[in-house]
């Protein structure tokens, strides 16, 4: 990997260096996927469960470059025919010989892909292409797993946001992944989501094609003792120094978040202080949230009075341990329980409020502040 010219990287993986800690988790996940076990890793979004897929490719495709991993994510798909579509764009064409990509092979093997050409945008030269006909994806998706199946090398898929299948409008769409997933011995799996709820209705319920048949992770939040010393060490690089009792406010404000602490930190790299003071520390979160306002206030737009009131409230109380208690409810002046309770309830499906160890809480850490403030 190249060096990078801002160590904490938002997006991407950029290299083991810039990857802080997860060292149990990527054991376990590698142990788990070594040995024939498929995994169901579960967390927020934004705590890190791309990354941390990513770094576990990374290191298997180390002890072995014949390894082939793939990364698919659901988050946009609406109907099988886009998951097929996905699916299909990250591995077909990726485990032919060289004898078969001379001959076609994968043209000839799929009989729902067709070619086309394009331009390389870098180069401008004309370059082949392969596009997916879905008008049956159940033939389309048993082609890809076929091909997958008959190139006998080791494989490893990770489909992100696994959760999204239950939102298609297709019924048989777990049944027939899980009949081929059992189909394929070469291939072990990460089924990774961030609605944990739903991933649980996925892999525990008894009725469930996929019922106890992973291992399951539930990804938390990196230590702070270890993410502070990995802030540290690469803010140092450029003579700066973070005190521990500023790195200790940034982490709470960000729930221990990676990526919002990830994005404080990016902030402070580049303005490279002397030492980091509890200005400079506001500096990057009013400049963080100064440029999502509009959209914040967009989307505060489109509750109800009594949901906006409910998610003010949470983010001034900061973390919410009861939401319909008696004291809550009066502090803040809220309705009656009942329709809290399908305000909560409300919020939690659309992802404005997360429910954690401690109690609900702003899911966008940003936002939080935002909400303090108004």
């Known amino acids: 990997m190249s060096t990078l010219q801002n160590p904490f990287t938002l997006f991407g993986y950029a290299g083991k260096e810039y990857f802080c800690d997860r060292e149990n988790e990527t054991k376990e996940l590698i142990a788990a996927l070594r040995n024939g076990r498929n995994v169901t890793l579960r967390s927020p979004r934004r705590v890190g469960k791309t990354g941390l897929i990513r770094h576990v490719f990374a290191q298997l495709a180390q002890t072995n470059p014949e390894i082939k991993c793939f990364y698919v994510d659901l988050f946009a798909t609406h109907s099988m025919d886009e998951l097929v579509t996905e699916l299909g764009k990250a591995v077909i064409g990726q485990l032919d010989t060289p004898l078969q990509k001379a001959e076609n092979y994968v043209v000839k ?24 006909v879905t008008d049956n994806p159940a033939v389309t998706l048993e082609e890809i797993f076929t091909y997958i199946r008959r190139s006998e090398r080791e494989c490893y898929i990770a489909i992100d946001e696994f959760q999204q299948i239950l939102a298609y409008p297709q019924t048989n769409v777990e049944a027939l992944l899980r009949t081929h997933v059992q189909q394929c011995p070469n291939v072990r799996f990460i089924f990774s989501g961030s609605k944990q709820h739903l991933m649980s209705d996925i892999f525990n319920s008894p009725k469930r094609p996929f019922f106890r048949s992973t291992d399951k992770i539930t990804l938390d939040v990196i230590d702070e003792q270890t993410y502070y010393a990995f802030a540290e060490r690469w803010l140092q690089t450029v003579g700066t120094h973070l005190p521990e009792e500023i790195f200790h406010d940034i982490y709470q404000r960000a729930s221990g978040y990676t990526w919002y602490v990830q994005y404080v930190l990016n902030r402070l790299f580049e303005m490279q202080p002397k030492e980091v003071s509890e200005e400079d520390e506001m500096a990057c979160l009013n400049y963080i949230v100064q440029r999502e306002e ?41 309705p009656a329980m009942s329709s809290v309770k399908r305000v909560i309830d409300f919020l939690m499906d659309k992802e404005y409020i997360y429910h954690t160890n401690d109690g609900y809480i702003i899911y966008d850490r940003f936002m939080a502040i935002w909400l303090q403030r108004i």
């Open 294 to 334: 509009d959209d914040y206030r967009k989307m505060l737009s489109l509750l109800t009075n009594n949901q906006a009131q409910v998610l003010r409230a949470v983010a001034k109380e900061k973390v919410v341990e009861a939401p319909t208690s008696t004291a809550f409810l009066k502090k803040y002046n809220l």
């Open 109 to 132: 093997f799929f009989q729902s892909c067709r070619l086309y050409f394009s331009t390389d945008p870098l180069t401008g030269s004309p370059k082949l292409g392969l596009d997916l």
